[in-house]
């Protein structure tokens, strides 16, 4: 797939399905993808709210469950996604990044013997994945995605990082933890994010300190500071692991080798390939 345009076409040139959605507005600046999915009960029916004024929502690509892709907003409009999100000091992410949708119930309860949807629908076992999320403890059904969908939303997804070259690809859950759980444990986000980045799932991640900032021996400011002095803006560090909004990294020195390990805020923190 390519992007031209702003809109997503095949390889052979032909555009996806568009319909504009009212819900949109200027003034993006892409830097990253979000993953969404749609807990609806059809592709149709997400769209179909999507295209009412009164949803006050939208993403720029559905993906159905059959794999067929449809574009609701060109990839140089704002679309309504995101909601109340941050990302490592950038705020209101609906102005930084661009959504793509996953018709997928999302995340099931277990009811009267059988994983039923919040709309009321109920799942056979074989499209069931039993999980916790990241941000939680307890077991739930999770709604798992098609092998169509996977290949469509990767080829898509492909062509948006190559076009616009962003930083990373992210879930909603990432960006607004406290509020959102998708796309949820049935996304294989972690080899998702490998193909789509070429970076290694397995290989930390490099970022950059942008304030004073100090480092901690757990996830918390109730944890006591790892050295008094904060590392001073421009330190790098590779990003292992995070728990909420906190992040273990491997602090690097002048010379880029490690120096020590420990607990910061990533609202500090930021790519190092990010411009400033």
Known sequence: ??????????????????????????????????????????????????????????????????????????????????????????????????????????????QGNQWRSWFGRSYPEDEILVAAHKHEDRDCGWHVYTEAQLMAVTEAAQAIMDHYSLLDVLGHDDIAPNRKRDPGPAFPMDSFRASITGRDADLPLRFEVRVNLNIRGGPGTAHDKIRDEPLPPGTLVLLHSRESSWCFVEVLDENGAPDLTGWVHGDYIAPADAEA
């Open 1 to 110: 797939m390519r992007v031209r345009g702003h809109l997503l076409q095949s390889d052979a040139g032909e555009a996806v399905p568009f319909e504009r959605s009212p819900n949109q507005s200027a003034g993006l600046s892409p830097k990253y993808l979000i993953i969404h999915y749609t807990a609806g009960s059809s592709a149709e029916s997400s769209i179909g709210h999507m295209l009412k004024p009164s949803a006050k929502a939208s993403a720029h690509l559905v993906v159905a469950r059959d794999g067929v892709i449809s574009q609701l907003v060109p990839f140089n409009r704002v679309a309504w996604h995101a909601g109340r999100s941050q990302w490592h000091g950038t705020v209101g992410l609906n102005r930084h990044a661009i959504g793509i949708e996953l018709d997928n119930a999302g995340k099931l309860e277990w």
